[in-house]
């Protein structure tokens, strides 16, 4: 619903000369009946022909009239209105008219001017018989040129001598006695399968993909009616099947009927097919509600919009939350009349900062809010506030979810201070608590962080979401990270079950008791890859990627997302969601058992009707699915987002599908999206194994004062043992144990490089690490070792001459006290460890320490190790050279960067030449241009062993220049000084 730019520079030169010298901008308020997202009513005055007011054609659609008020703010003489339709004066544009003036909203007497406006593409202008004095400008459209229900105005002008008016923001208010036309469900269905009949090709292209083949659309598919009254088929065969199978006798005969007259209606007849097809789907509703998986009558749900703004990191900052929704239960939910309750319609806050307070979303229609992406809402404040990620006690009797006010300063605080959030206490989602039955609602966090995705343990103790760890995403913008933490059941003595130095969302609890979630996991990586499933202890143990971390983009879906243990299965579903956008898209299977092939090996799909958003051009049809078994899913879904229809994006009901494609839908809320279909019926609970480790209770954010890290020990069986081979005659005689630093500055203009960009992942910031030391291997492959406890950290493989031959491109941690065994250096998974009756060399003796490295390693300097050997044997000579060889001095500083390292960076290692694992002995040093000219000699330089290593140590560290994020130690860095990062 553009214009074209050419097109709309002459609408701006017309409107700019319709007769008035623009002297002075005032901005108005805008009221509107009825709005489309994205196409509110104060774009009807903001100046740009390319945006457009437009009522809304689906979820609230409403006959005439329509209706836009205009607060001037002050009384002016007002001479007539210039009115401009959409392109080509299409869809919306007005035919009958009203134009009202006067100084009460609510009684503007008699129209000043009535009549019928031309159609035409240019604008009108509309002269009153005589100028009107007065502050309210109301024009109402009574009819539209095609006799639709719709309204639109491209711009639209009050005729005021020197001055022009534009809309600050609008609001809706709807007419008196307005009556929405809500879309038939059935109709939606049918005109979604006869999407899919055409677009049997993509169902081809996953068949081999998919869980069920009764999901896809086959060649003998004439239209929806055959798709339906086979997948029914399909259902009505596994209810029989089942334990307690209901008789089904009589829908069963009634489908026969019904597919015996699909015979006789022509597919060409669409009345017929169609009046066939709801036939044929009420059938189906009867059948799919005599499950006997549905033993529940209560379904646990909220109400929200989606985020403003489209990016798996922002979608859960409170900053770009739309106020709306609330907590409710469907009771009844599979009867002719759910009934819906709103658990905290007389719920008050009993303990915590909004003590005495309601918790509410306000109204349905939240404000036109927009969010820049680096911190900053702008748009006006609205009563209520913005609710997510419920979660229902194992004995089904108390509720956790997230909530955030919508009000305070809406900017992105920037500093560097570990101890403080970076957005205002209202601006943030904080955990609550409350009873099913709206009783004891309590308050369980706070703060200046957002706190969300509460999670029930089999301990008693709840798992969360939080940015208290600190810290921002590498690849751009202002992105505060958030990582997995618990804490008590009262919201105290919090700890930090992931040091991550990146996101992570969505923890569930496993059958045997641990935590599923997902993690963006992305070091010297591409930042769209790898957001995959990983799993840890209730205690934050042995923390590790489930599969998929090392899948190429195009192979997998982007994210998988609210990932989710089937009963009786060791299966579990998930969301394959989009990078930049939302956690919605398609549903898949994932088999763990099934071994990792970086690709779809493990993975099938429920939902082929829809490809995984982004990487594969699927759409967020599908989310938040609550699994009753391999085959029966609740979720929420929207037919326009899965056909990209227009309409009201994101209006997402709660259904039940099923792997058969087969989707019911259970109950709609046609203003507001509802998300997180829980079953409130009690389930057992998983074991609890109990804590091996000493929680991290000093974390940041937790308010407990930061202790000595600890240790935690780690013993590696074989080194050799690899997924790759390594090349010939390798002899492995120590680990590098390396600390990864979370970034902490935004990265969206950082301060400083921490150095040049690694190919292949040039869209982040390469990560800080330092080099704690090394550690030695035995000559049969086995380490024991100590490391700090609650560090996240990578190792790499050193040679005899300690450089690299091998190095993780993801990191890991160890909690207090934790004893981490691994099997090899990115060994095959799935498989035993191998075979052998020897005892490890390395657990002959106590755990090794690790020893330290060289000055300017840790932290990390480019200035400390690497300038200080040119300086002695490389400045003086290039710079006294008659031909003027590259400049291997400290200045001048370039980019932020000594000379000598901009001058070295042709020949330094950046470029891993494979954009996910590190091929052994083609990385680093070894791979450098520059360590290539050293050992052929150059010149009469000799270096000691020290100094070789130095260098060589820069290029196995991805030559960094940085080991400090923060401008004042990058300053101090430069100057060689020794400067630690906030974030440790």
């Not at 609510?106 to 129209?111: A, E, N, R, Y």
């Not at 009153?128 to 009574?142: E, I, S, T, V, W």
């Not at 330290?852 to 002695?872: E, K």
Request: charged letters at 25%.
């Amino acid at each position: 619903m553009k214009i074209g730019k050419s097109a709309a520079l002459g609408w701006l030169l017309v409107w700019a000369a319709m007769g008035t010298a623009a002297e002075k901008v005032v901005t108005v308020q805008v009221q509107v009946d009825s709005e489309m997202p994205g196409y509110e009513g104060y774009r009807a005055m903001d100046g740009d022909p390319e945006t457009m007011w437009h009522t809304d054609c689906r979820a609230y659609e409403t006959s005439h009239p329509h209706e836009i008020l205009v607060d001037l703010g002050a009384v002016y003489e007002i001479s007539g209105f210039g009115y401009l339709p959409r392109p080509g004066a299409g869809n919306g544009t007005i035919a009958q008219y009203e134009c009202y003036v006067g100084n009460d909203p609510k009684d503007l007497g008699k129209p000043v001017v009535a009549g019928t406006l031309p159609r035409q593409t240019a604008q009108t202008v509309v002269k009153f018989p005589a100028a009107q004095k007065g502050r309210y400008l109301r024009l109402r459209a009574m009819t539209e040129v095609g006799g639709n229900p719709w309204t639109s105005i491209a711009e639209l002008r009050p005729l005021v001598d020197g001055v022009v008016f534009r809309a600050g923001g609008s609001v809706v208010v709807r007419l008196p006695g307005a009556t929405r036309k809500l879309p038939d469900e059935l109709e939606v269905q049918f005109a979604a399968l006869q999407h899919d009949v055409r677009n049997i090709a993509q169902f081809e292209r996953v068949a081999g993909e998919t869980f069920r083949q009764e999901a896809l659309i086959l060649r003998s598919d004439r239209d929806p009616v055959d798709v339906v009254l086979r997948r029914t088929a399909a259902l009505l065969a596994d209810l029989k099947r089942m334990p307690k199978a209901p008789d089904l006798s009589g829908p069963e005969a009634e489908l026969a009927r019904l597919r015996d007259q699909s015979q006789k209606i022509d597919v060409g007849d669409r009345a017929g097919r169609l009046a066939l097809f709801k036939e044929v789907c009420r059938v189906r509703r009867r059948i799919a509600f005599a499950n006997p998986l549905l033993a529940f009558d209560r379904i646990l749900f909220i109400k929200r919009h989606r985020a403003v703004y489209d990016h798996m990191c922002d979608q859960y900052y409170g900053i770009t939350a739309q106020p709306g929704g609330g907590l409710y239960v469907l009771e009844d939910a599979f009867g002719p009349q759910p009934r819906v309750r709103d658990v905290l319609a007389d719920a008050v806050v009993q303990r915590g900062r909004l003590k005495g307070q309601k918790l509410t979303g306000g109204q349905s229609i939240p404000p036109p809010l927009a969010y820049d992406g680096v911190g900053n809402l702008r748009g006006p404040d609205h009563e209520g506030g913005s609710f997510l990620s419920p979660d229902l006690s194992y004995d089904a009797k108390t509720i956790l979810f997230a909530y955030v006010e919508c009000k305070g300063d809406k900017g992105h605080r920037h500093h560097t201070d570990p101890n403080r959030g970076h957005w205002d206490e209202g601006r943030c989602y904080h955990i609550f608590k409350v009873n099913v039955d709206g009783t004891g609602l309590e308050q369980l966090t706070d703060g200046t962080w957002n706190d969300f995705d509460p999670c029930w343990l089999p301990n008693g103790r709840i798992a969360f979401i939080t940015e208290r760890r600190g810290g921002y995403l590498r690849c751009g913008r202002v992105c505060p990270t958030y990582t997995l933490y618990d804490m008590a059941a009262d919201g105290s003595d919090m700890t930090a079950l992931s040091v991550h130095e990146t996101n992570e969302w969505h923890p569930s609890v496993t059958h045997d008791g641990r935590i599923l979630y997902t993690r963006w996991d992305y070091v010297d990586r591409f930042g769209c890859t790898a957001h995959h499933p990983w799993i840890t202890s209730l205690d934050g143990r042995d923390s590790r990627a489930v599969q998929g971390n090392f899948a190429p983009r195009n192979a997998r879906p982007d994210m998988e997302l609210d990932c989710r243990v089937i009963p009786g299965s060791s299966k579990f579903v998930a969301t394959a969601a989009p990078h930049h956008g939302q956690a919605f898209g398609s549903l898949v299977l994932i088999d763990p058992r099934v071994e990792d092939d970086d690709a779809m090996g493990p993975i099938k799909r429920i939902t082929p009707d829809v490809g995984f958003p982004e990487s594969q051009g699927g759409r967020e049809a599908y989310g938040t699915a609550w699994p009753l078994s391999e085959d029966y899913y609740l979720c929420v879904y929207d037919a326009t987002m899965a056909c990209g229809a227009p309409g009201m994006a994101g209006n997402y009901g709660i259904y039940l599908v099923d792997s058969w494609g087969n989707k019911e839908l259970i109950y709609r809320d046609p203003l507001i999206a509802c998300l997180s279909p829980i079953p409130l019926v009690p389930r057992p609970a998983p074991p609890a194994p109990p804590a091996l480790v000493k929680p991290f209770r000093d974390a940041p954010g937790t308010g407990v004062p930061p202790a000595e890290p600890g240790q935690g020990t780690l013993t590696v069986i074989n080194t050799y043992d690899s997924l790759k081979p390594w090349p010939p005659g390798t002899k492995i005689k120590a680990l590098r144990v390396l600390q990864v630093l979370p970034m902490s500055v935004p990265s969206g203009g950082p301060p400083h490089e921490t150095g040049a960009r690694i190919a292949l992942a040039g869209d982040s910031v390469v990560p800080v690490r330092h080099v704690l030391g090394t550690v030695p291997v035995e000559e049969d492959g086995s380490a024991h070792f100590t490391v700090p406890a609650n560090r996240e950290l990578f190792f790499q493989a050193l040679d005899e001459r300690g450089m690299a031959i091998q190095s993780m491109r993801s990191a890991t941690y160890l909690q207090k006290g934790e004893h981490l065994v691994c099997q090899g250096c990115h060994e095959r998974k799935h498989r035993a460890p191998l075979p052998g009756n020897r005892e490890l060399l390395a657990l002959r003796r106590a755990p090794s320490t690790i020893r330290p490295d060289v000055d300017g390693s840790a932290p990390f300097s480019y200035p400390r190790l690497v300038q200080p050997v040119l300086d002695r044997h490389c400045v003086k000579c290039h710079a006294e050279h008659p031909k003027k060889p590259i400049n291997l001095a400290r200045e001048p500083i370039q980019r932020r960067w000594f000379a000598s390292y901009n001058s070295l960076l042709p020949y330094a290692f950046t470029d891993y030449g494979n954009n996910l694992r590190t091929n052994p002995g083609q990385f680093g040093a070894r791979a450098a241009k520059l360590t290539k000219i050293l050992e052929q000699g150059h010149y009469d330089v000799k270096l000691s062993d020290e100094e070789f290593h130095r260098i060589t140590l820069w290029l196995d560290c991805c030559s960094m220049f940085y080991g400090v994020y923060e401008k004042e130690g990058g300053e101090a860095q430069l100057q060689g000084l020794v400067a630690r990062p906030t974030l440790e």
